[in-house]
Nanobody, 114 residues
Framework: QALLVESGGGLVQAGGSLRLSCAAS????????MGWYRQAPGKQRELVAR???????NYADAVEGRFTISRDNAKNTVYLQMNSLKPEDTAVYYC????????WGQGTQVTVSS
């Protein structure tokens, strides 16, 4: 069973930045497609960004140009750099791994104050 542990969430003012990390274990990280999703109160979980094993990325329209997803295969870690944060970015952010299955982390809270 894969283990994904997110960190880096917190409280930040609008316009600020945060960097989320997701450390993966018990999976072959180098071949995994990794992604970040978020879920705001009363809303469905939505894709924020994803990165393939080959490094190709795509982003939700709402975060394009502000967020950057990256991965370090040597550290089995995927990152989400979030800049120019807005109150509407407030949500629980989840790490996802797709490799011989679909795996989720426990989530990390991001709160952006206006």
């Amino acid at each position: 069973q894969a283990l994904l542990v997110e960190s880096g969430g917190g409280l930040v003012q609008a316009g600020g930045s945060l960097r989320l990390s997701c450390a993966a274990s018990r999976i072959i990280f180098s071949i995994a497609a990794m992604g970040w999703y978020r879920q705001a109160p009363g809303k469905q979980r939505e894709l924020v960004a994803r990165i393939t094993s080959g490094g190709n990325t795509n982003y939700a329209d709402a975060v394009e140009g502000r967020f950057t997803i990256s991965r370090d295969n040597a550290k089995n870690t995927v990152y989400l750099q979030m800049n120019s944060l807005k109150p509407e970015d407030t949500a629980v952010y989840y790490c996802n791994a797709k490799v011989l299955g679909d795996y989720w982390g426990q989530g990390t809270q991001v709160t952006v104050s206006s």
